[in-house]
């Protein structure tokens, strides 16, 4: 493959993901990138998951583990939780003759969570006043309105940003819970890390309170050795001595996940919590609860159920939400279709 793209003009070095993707925008390089990607669905989510099929049931049966180390459940034998978002995907996902899948999902959790956690101004305000967080911090950043981030009115159709400045942003708000760094983002948004620490700067100039806490939260967890949800659930670390010669590996490990696991566990938790909910309001009805996405679950009602049944599990999302974050309320909203619905 590198000599084949070498004579083709395209200098790479080896053919792994990430010296390709320095050269994504060639045309060559593009179709090889999407070649891999389509032929690593159909090995993962084609003849594997039809294989599984039970010949009794005509279902799949993954097998959930309770707890990783966030909290969250992992899935396996087959990993439902890791089908991809897109419709052609999830469509191939359907409900028995007469029932309908009910698909729903809490509306930026983990950010709300963070929200509450540092008390910043203006998440807050943004999430109490309905509005889209990730438009609202691209205005902030970008330097327009929040209604001409919403229409493009500030971007024509020849402009290289178009749809850029609200995903930029989103990848910001998500990925600087997860210790995001500026060759991460600069690979994100196809610019220079000079550029994309500019963008971090500029994140946590305007957003002082998430950094702080941010902050804190990571010292909390080296210098306490755990990190704890809204729940009071705890996850543990080990340090070892300064001079272990991984030691520095170590506590940057341990400072990532002090930022994370207090938003990532207490979304765990609020999810389950939200489960217990479902499970037990909708015993009345001819329905069931089939999967859960992280903050999405998959409830199967019989249809002539389903509109009341979506009611009871966006309410019981919202309540399960509530018992552990006060603060903010839950936006959970329910799709009703005959199949699985990107969340």
């Not at 995907?89 to 540092?118: H, N, P, V």
């Not at 493009?152 to 990925?175: E, I, M, Q």
């Not at 994309?196 to 994140?203: C, E, N, P, R, V």
Request: charged share 30%; aromatic share 10%; hydrophobic share 35%.
């Amino acid at each position: 493959v590198v000599k084949c793209l070498n004579d083709l003009g395209v200098p790479v070095e080896g053919s792994d993901v990430k010296e390709l993707g320095k050269f994504k925008n060639n045309h060559v390089v593009k179709l090889l990138l999407n070649y891999r990607k389509y032929a690593k669905f159909i090995t993962t989510y084609g003849e594997a998951l039809i294989n599984r099929i039970h010949p009794e049931t005509g279902r799949l049966h993954t097998r959930f583990k309770q707890m990783v180390d966030t909290g969250r459940m992992s899935s396996s034998n087959p990993n439902l939780q890791n089908i991809p978002k897109e419709q052609k995907y999830r469509a191939c996902f359907i409900a028995r003759a007469g029932y309908k899948l009910i698909t729903c999902d809490m509306s930026q959790a983990e950010l709300r969570i963070l929200a509450a956690y540092s008390g910043d101004p203006v998440f807050l305000e943004a999430f109490e006043k309905g509005l889209d967080l990730h438009t609202r911090t691209a205005s902030d950043l970008f330097g327009f309105t929040y209604d001409e981030i919403m229409t493009d009115k500030k971007l024509s159709d020849d402009d290289p940003n178009k749809k850029n400045y609200r995903g930029n942003v989103k990848a910001l708000n998500f990925g600087l819970i997860y210790g995001l760094t500026k060759v991460g983002l600069s690979l994100r948004m196809e610019t220079s890390e000079r550029d994309a620490q500019k963008l971090i700067d500029l994140y946590f100039g305007k957003y002082t309170s998430i950094g702080g806490w941010l902050n804190e939260a990571s010292k909390f967890a080296v210098m306490n050795r755990y990190s704890t949800t809204m729940s009071g659930r705890r996850r543990y670390y080990r340090l070892p001595d300064p001079d272990h010669r991984d030691f520095n590996k170590i506590k940057g490990s341990i400072e990532r996940q002090g930022k994370n696991h207090p938003i990532q566990g207490t979304n765990a938790d609020t999810i389950k919590q939200s489960m217990i909910y479902i499970v037990d309001r909708i015993k009345e009805y001819d329905a069931r609860l089939l999967l859960t996405v992280h903050d999405e679950v998959i409830v199967e009602a019989r249809e002539d159920q389903a509109e009341e049944v979506s009611g009871v599990v966006s309410q019981a999302m919202v309540d399960g939400f509530a018992k552990f974050v006060p603060e903010l309320a839950m936006v959970a909203d329910a799709d009703i279709k005959n199949y699985w619905v990107k969340g």
